[in-house]
């Protein structure tokens, strides 16, 4: 069983819609997310990152963290075509291994 | 401009043969990686180099083994390739200072094994 879990595996939203996307570890030594988005053909490009309990926002995109159930969000508001792409979690937790843990995923359709 | 950069693009083997991937960066970050992409299965780690020959195992290193002579260069050698090895591979780097030790993605070796 994978050590993040993301859900759900697809997702599809109309455009001008809210996208949201969920990540679990069930590693209780991790202790930072972070969420990456990797265009179909490319390589995978950090989006945001979160450490502590609460949300963070960033124009379109906020993320939020409950690290009592090590769950993350990640939200998407007024989601464009170009938000299409495989929504990738990852984990890891700070005693210096830097092995992030990735999740297989939410590829996310936005339909025009 | 930060870059990781891999070489070949894409490759087609036997199986049987040898292999090997090539991976610089020029930010000097002192951490890099190979990961390898499934459908389905995201990214798997196989190795993560922490500086010059300082080589930990990931979650799925039989098969394959690394290099790193150079902080700016590390190598994954496949020695007898197998079909199920067929995928594609990212390197990586990250740096404590930057990012929070996030890792930059090359764009990917996409390699066949046949």
């Known amino acids: 069983q994978q050590k993040v879990q993301q859900s759900p595996e697809s997702l599809i939203v109309p455009e001008g819609g809210m996208a949201s996307l969920n990540c679990t570890s069930s590693d209780r030594n991790v202790d930072y997310f972070w969420w990456y988005r990797q265009h179909s053909g490319k390589s995978p490009k950090m989006l945001m990152?979160?450490?502590?309990?609460g949300e963070k926002e960033e124009g379109r995109f906020t993320v939020h963290l409950n690290k009592a159930s090590l769950h993350t969000s990640l939200h998407i508001r007024d989601s464009q075509p170009s938000d299409s792409a495989l929504y990738l979690c990852?984990?890891?937790?700070?005693?210096?291994?830097?092995?992030?843990?990735f999740g297989s995923g939410t590829q996310l359709t936005v339909m025009p | 401009d930060m870059k990781v950069t891999q070489m070949p693009r894409y490759l087609i083997k036997r199986m049987g043969e040898n292999v090997l991937l090539e991976c610089g960066q020029d930010?000097?970050?002192?951490?890099m990686y190979w990961y390898r992409q499934d459908p389905g299965l995201g990214l798997q780690l196989i190795y993560i180099?922490?500086?010059?020959?300082?080589?930990s195992e990931g979650d799925i290193p039989k098969g394959y083994r690394v290099s790193r002579k150079k902080r700016e260069h590390f190598s994954l050698i496949l020695d007898s390739a197998k079909t199920n090895q067929t995928s594609v591979y990212f390197c990586?780097?990250?740096?404590?200072?930057?990012?929070?030790?996030?890792?930059?993605f090359g764009e990917g070796t996409r390699l066949s094994v046949l």
């Open positions: 930010m000097s970050h002192e951490t």
């Open positions: 990852a984990a890891s937790h700070p005693s210096g291994s830097w092995q992030l843990i």
């Open positions: 180099s922490y500086d010059v020959d300082s080589n």
């Open positions: 990586a780097s990250s740096s404590p200072t930057v990012n929070n030790q996030a890792p930059l």
């Open positions: 990152s979160i450490f502590s309990n």
